[in-house]
């Protein structure tokens, strides 16, 4: 059997009726690493919005974890999401509560509904992002490197299979973007989660190296693939 959690086969990946990518071959396996490069433009987002379900697989075949993209109904979307984590540029918090309630908002949006449970796993998450006492703290108290933190423990909440990060590094100055990136490698190691992170911070790449797509062309290949 596969162990694979994402695998994209002949995918062709569109905004509108514009092309973006063609004939996209790869797979990740469960706890992989893999970073996802390319010039701005070149059609990282798209392929990771094709992931989670926010642009429909046209043509092609598709599965990320338990679910095929070419045949995802709209109802089923939700459902594909609680078993991947998202993370973006800007964090995505919602500033009239604190990160507390951001995370039980999130977990009863996606039907959690054990008060004890609840409490328990935010202060799991919390922990494993290295800030268990940011509880009662409002986003805007926090900052930039540390709201980043609370996103990703939003998006490990349901034990995600795995985590698709859009430029997570984006907004932060170097040394924060190093922090993140060594959570993501914990988190990657501790709970064999696998990663696939769209970035434009070759440097980082060339000092922590792992298994790189290269979007360019209307194309991906594969950096690291020696065949
Ligand atoms: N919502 C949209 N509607 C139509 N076209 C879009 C949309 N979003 C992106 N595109 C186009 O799709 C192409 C790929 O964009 P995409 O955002 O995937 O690139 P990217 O590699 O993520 O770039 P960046 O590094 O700037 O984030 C671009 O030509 C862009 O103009
Ligand atoms: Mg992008």
């Given at each position: 059997m596969s162990s694979s959690v994402i695998s994209l086969s002949n995918a062709y990946i569109y905004q509108k009726d514009n092309l973006?990518?063609?004939d996209v071959n790869f797979s990740i396996e469960k706890g992989e690493f893999v970073y996802l490069i390319g010039k701005t433009g070149s059609g990282k987002s798209s392929l990771l919005k094709t992931l989670y379900a926010?642009?429909?697989?046209?043509k092609g075949s598709g599965t990320v974890v338990d679910y095929k993209l070419e045949e995802i109904k709209y109802k089923e979307i939700p459902f594909l999401r609680r078993k991947i984590g998202i993370i973006f540029q800007?964090?995505?918090?919602?500033?009239?509560?604190?990160i507390f309630q951001n995370l039980k908002f999130f977990m009863e949006a996606m039907g959690w509904e054990d008060k004890y449970k609840i409490e328990e796993r935010i202060v799991e998450v919390l922990e494993l992002v290295g800030?268990?006492?940011?509880?009662?703290?409002?986003?805007?108290?926090?900052?930039g490197g540390e709201q980043q933190r609370i996103a990703i423990a939003r998006a490990l909440l349901n034990h995600p299979e795995i985590l698709l990060a859009d430029?997570?590094?984006?907004?932060?100055d170097p040394e924060k973007s190093i922090e993140i990136l060594k959570l993501f490698f914990k988190i990657n190691e501790v709970s064999e989660t696998a990663v696939l992170m769209a970035t434009h911070e070759l440097d980082l790449i060339e000092r922590f190296p792992r298994r790189t797509l290269y979007c360019d062309n209307g194309a991906i290949t594969d950096l690291t693939d020696n065949s």
């Open positions: 973006i990518l063609s926010d642009l429909f697989l046209e800007d964090f995505q918090l919602l500033s009239d509560r604190n800030l268990p006492e940011v509880l009662s703290k409002m986003p805007h108290q926090l900052s430029e997570p590094t984006g907004n932060l």
